[in-house]
């Protein structure tokens, strides 16, 4: 074991770490470890936004910016001219509120036996600890989704709008709704839109992508294919149970802004070490890691306990205004009538 009693080696963190790669590669062990994060995941392959590093070593500020090119309008033609509105990029300084961890330790006399390895064992509760955190930003993104609903401005059509919910009756969610989502998406104004769904569309989308070579089967694959959609089946359900969501975003107008403090490399700070390691089931990012050990007499000798906790700090950010400011870029559908 490369961790001992006040010294934690750079040596250590690089066992630890290849532990966890060695873990995660493991078809059968990774399972456990594996976040239901399909729903920030689809955000981060749609974000737009430009985001600045942190302002200072212990604040959580950031600036966001969208470029959207607000101010061209047309004019009357004149001669020898060039001349026009200087493009803004809607930068916002915002603070990031949202901090969370997930705190654990590891007692020496679980080693004493030689029956675990004791890498492995701190290996696997960085990785639970990740999990814990990944799946806390998934939730905490539905629940932003739903808090910023924007009012879908078509009103007739398989969906009822009521308030920022548009009702579809069960019967209508198969391959021939794109029609009416693409309609939507246009009426509202969205660019490269997208679908992020719980269990609406699911199976049928499914069936649909193997059942392609039957007859008038291909067409709904094709339709299917019109607009992107992402499968989140743990999270959106959950947080809106009874009801099944669909979200349709504007692609960029939401940011999800994560930062971390420290580098890969072990940094002394008082009586801790703080380094950071990346996410295993959200791209890009990173969660500080804070470790210090105790020693206390079990016996007749010290026993060493090692402390860790992984530590996330970030928040999901709307596009400010885009060109219109009625329009949030995120419309929810329910399956069902209206209430």
Known sequence: ????????????????????????????????????????????????????????????????????????????????????????????????????????????????????????????????????????????????????????????????????????????????????????ATSNLFVNPYLVSGANLYESVWNAAYERSQAGSESKVLKYGSMPIYFDLFNIDSTNDPDLYTYMLHRGSVAFVAKNYYPSSRTEYMDEHRWSIPSKNIPGLRYDVHYKDSCEAQGSYDAMTYQFKLVTYGDFFLNPTGCDNTRTGVLGFVCGEEP
């Not at 009357?76 to 705190?103: F, H, M, W, Y």
């Not at 007739?156 to 209508?172: H, I």
């Open 1 to 184: 074991m490369s961790i001992t009693a006040g010294v934690f080696s750079e040596s250590a963190l690089v066992d630890i770490q290849v532990k966890i790669d060695q873990i995660w590669a493991d078809a059968i062990q990774k399972q456990d470890f594996v976040a239901h994060t399909d729903v920030v995941n689809a955000i981060l392959a749609n974000q737009t936004a430009v985001i600045s590093e942190l302002k200072g070593t212990k604040d959580r500020t950031v600036d966001i910016g969208w470029i959207n090119a607000c101010e061209i309008t047309d004019e009357a033609c004149e001669i020898c001219t060039i001349d026009g509105e200087e493009l803004s990029t809607n930068v916002e300084e915002k603070t990031l509120t949202t901090c969370r961890q997930s705190p654990f330790k590891v007692e020496e006399g679980i080693f004493r036996s030689n029956m675990f390895d004791a890498e492995e064992v701190i290996a696997k509760g960085f990785l639970m600890a990740m999990k814990e955190l990944d799946e806390f930003w998934a939730a905490t993104l539905v629940a932003f989704l739903n808090a910023n609903l924007g009012v879908n401005a078509v009103t007739n059509g398989k969906g009822v709008v009521s308030g920022t919910g548009t009702y579809v009756l069960p019967a209508f969610w198969d391959a021939g709704l794109m029609s009416y989502f693409a309609r939507v």
